[in-house]
């Protein structure tokens, strides 16, 4: 019945369904690592994750495409690059999350898509005008009502999320760049391997005995990173990645959500006014990219 129901929803918006609920999904993800990031190693219960997430890999490729064809890459090396960029940026916000409100990390967290607009421009050779130009420094902006340096307010941990942000953009532009060019289960496969192999050992010598609540949610953790992927995957199976993307923001104010009721967080006036700044340069700039797609199709009569 409900299979039923669900074929009969038009694909794009079956696509924006799944977008939605795979970011509700990441959020939920993000409460269990922030709770598991206060008691134990971040090495330890990633390795765990990733594991999970491995298995899904190689199970999702093999149905696809064959588990040989997808690891044959003609450029491995930005393969290996864009995985470990996603690896470290993963390890550095669980680590931060232990210490930080989520609603505070997100908030600078979601100037990413700002950021991999700007370093489209050198990587991708795109080009970015100056209406979009001035919505990321805008959006900077944002980002510095969020931190608020030289008031003494700042976290010692932000320009570690900051750092996040980039190497999130970055990962985002590289896979562009690597899906243009090869399969996507190639740059799947790529990933679930190094972020695996770039925790398994460490956690090997830093691994603490889990209590029986904790090892509950680090199944829930494993469990919502496999079906946040999924669905992710599926949304971009059924709709175009620029009907998708402003669903992204959802992330904030779900762990916002999360935040507040589970955590007893309080969400600042600075930081939702600097967020809503943030958003709104992104939701801009994406406005732009897709004005200027519709003209660029429209033009070569598609």
């Known amino acids: 019945m409900i299979l039923a129901k669900l074929q009969a929803i038009p694909r794009q918006q079956l696509g924006i369904l799944c977008a939605v609920l795979a970011v509700f999904t990441f959020a939920s993800q993000d409460a269990f690592t922030k709770v598991l990031s206060a008691n134990y190693p971040v ?4 390795s765990v994750r990733f594991a999970a ?3 899904f890999a190689l199970m999702f ?11 044959r890459s003609q450029i491995p090396l930005v393969q290996l690059i864009r995985a470990l960029l996603i690896a470290a940026e993963i390890g550095i916000f669980a680590y931060v999350v232990g210490s930080m409100d989520l609603s505070a990390q997100h908030a ?10 700007a370093l489209s421009v050198p990587i991708l050779g795109e080009r970015v005008g100056l209406r979009r130009w001035t919505a990321v420094l805008i959006g900077l902006v944002g ?7 030289g008031f003494g307010i700042i976290h010692p941990l932000a320009p570690l999320v900051l750092l996040g942000a980039f190497m999130f953009g970055l990962y985002n532009v590289l896979s562009r760049y690597v899906t243009q060019r090869e399969r996507f289960e190639t740059a799947f496969i790529y990933m ?5 192999g770039m925790y398994a050992l460490p956690a090997f010598f830093v691994w603490k005995p889990m209590t029986t609540q904790h090892a509950l949610i680090m199944a829930l953790l494993c469990f919502t990173s496999v079906t946040g992927h999924w669905l ?4 971009f199976e059924y709709a175009e990645a620029s009907v998708l993307q402003p669903y992204n923001y959802l992330l904030l104010v779900f762990a916002t959500l999360y935040g507040v009721t589970i955590f007893g967080e309080v969400f600042e006036p600075a930081t939702a006014i600097g967020a809503s700044i943030v958003v709104g340069a992104g939701l801009y700039v994406w406005w732009r990219e897709r ?4 003209q660029r199709l429209t033009k070569d009569g598609r």
């Open 43 to 46: 090495s330890q219960f990633l």
């Open 53 to 55: 997430f491995l298995i």
């Open 61 to 71: 490729v093999q149905a696809r495409c064959g588990l040989r064809t997808a690891l």
């Open 108 to 117: 600078v967290f979601s100037s990413f898509p700002l950021m991999a607009t």
């Open 143 to 149: 980002v510095l009502i969020i931190l608020r340096p």
């Open 192 to 196: 679930a391997l190094v972020c695996f």
């Open 232 to 235: 992710y995957t599926k949304a």
């Open 291 to 294: 004005a200027k797609l519709d």
